[in-house]
């Protein structure tokens, strides 16, 4: 039997945030905040981080891994995201392609709800992503995702 060259995976994050929908889509569209939670942090310098946050939209970020990252010091990674529905304040779908170095890793489909709950928001997660050769895979992914939305936990604390 032949090894299958794409592993596909799909997985969901609930988060509960202490802020109105509003504010929690907000970290999503303003380009400043979403940089802030998403492409700065230890581990990564951002080589480049540009957004255009509408349908039909998209969103690049480049960085470099910095230290003690499972990739070599200086392998550029990049994201390149693209728009497809956007409901202010209750829901993003997009699709996004990671790569590593010259070497496209996996291609996604995310989808983010924004639901108002009596404390603030709750935020439901759906990947479903397609993981080439190399690739990081569905547990990496998710804990990933994890340590992103614990920023803008952060970024939200401000």
Same mark, same amino acid.
């Given at each position: ?9 799909? #997985? ?25 939670? #998403? ?13 255009? #946050?509408?349908?039909?939209? #998209? ?10 990252? +499972?990739?070599?010091?200086?392998? +550029? ?10 409901? +202010? ?70």
């Amino acid at each position: 039997m032949k090894q299958r060259s794409v592993i596909h995976s799909t #997985f969901s994050i609930e988060r509960s945030y202490p802020a109105s929908p509003e504010r929690v889509f907000n970290a999503f569209a303003d380009p400043a905040k979403k940089r802030r939670w #998403f492409a700065e942090g230890e581990g990564f310098m951002v080589d480049a981080f540009e957004m255009d #946050f509408r349908v039909g939209g #998209f969103e690049r970020a480049r960085f470099r891994f910095t230290g003690n990252a +499972p990739i070599a010091a200086g392998t +550029p990674m990049g994201n390149d995201t693209n728009y497809h529905d956007i409901v +202010p304040n209750s829901r993003i779908v997009l699709a996004y392609t990671m790569s590593v170095g010259d070497k496209r890793i996996s291609t996604s489909l995310a989808t983010f709800e924004f639901l108002p709950t009596g404390k603030g928001t709750e935020l439901i997660f759906t990947e479903q992503a397609a993981f080439f050769e190399g690739a990081d895979g569905a547990k990496e992914r998710q804990q990933g995702w994890g340590q992103l939305f614990d920023h803008l936990a952060r970024e939200l604390a401000h």
